[in-house]
């Protein structure tokens, strides 16, 4: 029996893996996990699946015409290479794009190592999720924080009333949040007399567990959290508490939203101005509270403004940074992915703009939706070439049917990627990785949102197959070839040892130092240094009781390491060390959002959803995990089924400006009146995929009706929720 992480998610559920003759016979929680008890949701039981899942790649794969053939990895690189010389040669680095997808954030290899293959690279143009996710996010914590990734996070554990907007923990498992059970938090809460209201436009599985739902209007977070604001002010409710010494622009703050009174915003919102000012009454006077959006508060119009208002309200009332507030975690290591890119210096938006639209990049990216039109638009600079890392773009971007379109014109493609999906069927070469089961893995992002501070190590639980490369070697090496560096006679160990001497000085180590007590190569060499150079670590000797990776190794159920503590104050990276309230660049929007009240209704808009048995296109090729009744349906309301004609069962078409599909009908009152919902991540009815058990359960793809001209323009982030449609019978 192996102990281990689940990888899929931020609950990082502890996993017993019991193998019997080289298979994984059965999988359950791990009731000795320091973490998570031995809590488990269905998707962690099927690493096991996935591991042995026939459609997985084990070799790499080369495509001539409409064929594929297996070759070695010295053909597969010399082919990559082929490749990307010949782009560099005709058109130039800039014609090249890069797509880094979410699996990166839950992979040990691959996401400690993107950043320097991005840098090997020099490629300008990368293309993420964040701006189909978490950019508003992002970027209100670097102007509040000074770090894009330091994200309060709600101490469950001990807080007494918790608001959460646009966030379903029952399916998602938390999001920005790293807690085991949310659903078990919640009736903790409860239990001991605390509240937890949950806003959503539907009633899901987390707002029945709660005490309040309150229906929202898809898009209008930003407003009601607005009138909260104004109503702490109006009603003398402001207390700052231990941060008041430190916090600037509060004046400013109670001025930008005067206008915003909750009678001036409940109709736009769908909420009467008494629950709104109830719900402000209520988290001022809660003896601690976390007001926390997740989500559904960043994929909409006002997204950044939605993330920021959240935080204006946690420091109004004083629950930032204290106890049973929204609190910053102390993770074991020093987070490679977290650290602040050198071009930031310069300004996080604006310093460059598309080519087809002119759009200002923020955060060093477009809008996902101008990865298309830079593919298909001829022109000087137009993208000829892309590279994939565990993403499937032609599913989550916007406007996918051109997207997927745009990706079969490429003259380049190559895609490190374990299954041939939506997106890497249009790849010239597919460079599969690893299983979970066949490397090691150490959480490190996602640790930096954890509700108490802890850390365990899983070792791999199958060997790795002679001669083949981990994926850390895979962009390492492909990120050479994108420099023009010939691939042959590469020194990977060598790019490996300075990348590691660079973080280990940045940490204010000695690489020296860290090179000869950290020996070795790769992830597992990384692990050793960002927890000699965390916060518990030995830092080489200067602390001789603090952790190394080695007796993390020895805590096979892990270590806890505490509650959050409060530590704002050490964490600014801001200039003057202060935070500044109401800066500037988010600030000016809200007349914008202003203006949005007196905007005539949209008739019915879209919002997405997720069920628990699935990860986004992730987890839909595992059978135990898709069987059952279909859940790629439209969710509406009785009130809107009979309006447009629709019934229970028989099929509707959905049409936006972008396009139209045809799903099924599942009318419930779950939904607020005026709004349907559509799962995201299906729509595995492509040809020349092998994916046998997602194309049976194909579904539709959501993001057909994501119009590419939507999007927050503050963060680039696309307008995923709150999409206006029309519903038709069929």
């Excluded at 010939?486 to 204010?508: N, T």
């Amino acid at each position: 029996m192996h102990r281990r992480t689940c990888p899929l998610c931020e609950a990082m559920c502890g996993l017993e893996v019991h193998v019997d003759d080289g298979q994984v016979v059965l999988i359950r929680g791990d009731r000795d996990d320091v973490w998570s008890k031995g809590y488990l949701c269905p998707k962690g039981t099927t690493i096991g699946a996935l591991h042995h899942d026939p459609d997985r790649l084990r070799e790499p794969l080369v495509r001539e015409g409409d064929t594929w053939r297996e070759v070695t990895w010295h053909e597969a690189f010399a082919r990559c290479e082929e490749l990307i010389a010949g782009v560099l040669e005709r058109h130039g680095r800039d014609a090249i794009a890069v797509y880094l997808g979410n699996p990166l954030a839950h992979n040990a290899s691959l996401g400690r190592y993107t950043g320097l293959f991005i840098g090997l690279s020099q490629v300008a143009n990368i293309y993420s999720p964040g701006p189909m996710d978490q950019w508003p996010r992002n970027v209100v914590s670097l102007l509040l924080y000074g770090n894009m990734w330091r994200i309060p996070t709600p101490d469950l554990h001990r807080t007494q009333h918790w608001l959460l907007l646009g966030g379903n923990p029952q399916a998602s498992q938390g999001s920005l949040l790293a807690c085991a059970d949310v659903l078990g938090q919640i009736d903790a809460i409860r239990a001991r007399g605390g509240k937890v209201v949950v806003v959503d436009p539907r009633r899901t599985g987390t707002a029945d567990r709660a005490d309040e739902w309150v229906p929202i209007r898809p898009g209008t977070d930003a407003a009601l959290l607005a009138a909260m604001v104004q109503t702490l002010f109006a009603e003398d409710l402001t207390d700052l508490g231990a941060l008041a010494d430190v916090v600037d622009g509060v004046d400013e703050v109670r001025t930008l939203t005067a206008a915003f009174t909750p009678e001036r915003v409940a109709a736009t919102c769908g909420i009467p101005a008494d629950t709104i000012r109830r719900m402000a009454r209520e988290v001022a006077a809660a003896p601690s509270a976390a007001v926390y959006g997740r989500i559904g508060t960043c994929t909409q119009e006002f997204g950044t403004l939605a993330s920021w208002l959240l935080d204006v309200v946690n420091v109004l009332t004083g629950n930032l940074d204290r106890p049973g507030g929204m609190m910053f975690a102390t993770p074991l290591v020093e987070s490679v992915t977290a650290i602040p890119p050198p071009d930031l210096e310069q300004g996080f938006v604006d310093r460059s703009r598309s080519r087809v639209r002119g759009i200002p990049e923020v955060l060093g990216q477009y809008p996902l939706s101008c990865l298309a039109e830079e593919m298909d638009t001829p022109g000087e600079g137009q993208l000829r070439a892309l590279v994939t890392v565990a993403g499937n773009p032609a599913l989550s971007g916007p406007e996918a049917a051109r997207l997927d379109a745009a990706l079969g014109g490429l003259e380049a493609m190559i895609s490190v990627d374990n299954y041939l999906n939506e997106t890497t069927r249009h790849a010239h070469v597919v460079l599969p990785g690893l299983s979970a089961l066949e490397q090691p893995h150490l959480d490190d992002l996602i640790l930096l949102w954890t509700v108490r501070s802890w850390a365990r190590y899983s070792a791999p639980v199958f060997p790795r197959d002679d001669g083949r490369p981990e994926e850390w070697e895979i962009l390492v090496r492909l990120g050479a070839m994108l420099a023009g560096l010939p691939s042959e006679g590469l020194d990977v160990q060598g790019i490996d040892d300075g990348y590691v001497a660079a973080l280990a000085e940045l940490w204010g180590v000695d690489p020296a130092v860290a090179s000869s007590g950290s020996p070795g190569k790769g992830p597992e060499r990384l692990f050793d240094v960002q927890i000699r150079c965390g916060p518990f670590g030995d830092r080489y000797g200067e602390r001789p009781d603090g952790l190394t990776l080695e007796k993390l190794r020895a805590a096979t159920d892990g270590l806890d390491l505490g509650p959050m503590q409060p530590q704002l104050r050490e964490l600014l990276a801001v200039v003057g060390g202060r935070l500044a309230l109401a800066p500037p660049y988010i600030a000016a929007d809200l007349a914008r959002l202003e203006a949005r009240l007196d905007r005539d209704g949209d008739g019915l808009v879209l919002v997405s959803r997720r069920h628990l048995r699935s990860n986004n296109s992730w987890l839909h090729n595992m059978a135990v995990l898709v069987k059952g009744r279909d859940r790629c349906t439209l969710l509406i309301h009785p009130d809107d089924a009979a309006a447009a004609g629709v019934v229970d069962g028989a099929a509707a078409r959905v049409s936006s400006t972008a396009g139209s599909i045809v799903v099924p009908v599942e009318v419930s009152d779950e939904m607020a009146p005026g709004v349907v919902c559509l799962p995201h991540g299906w729509g595995h009815d492509k040809e020349g995929t092998r994916l046998a058990v997602a194309r049976e359960h194909a579904g539709v793809n959501y993001n057909e009706l994501t119009p590419g001209d939507l999007y927050d323009p503050l963060s680039n982030t696309a307008v995923v929720n709150g999409i206006p449609v029309e519903v038709a019978p069929v």
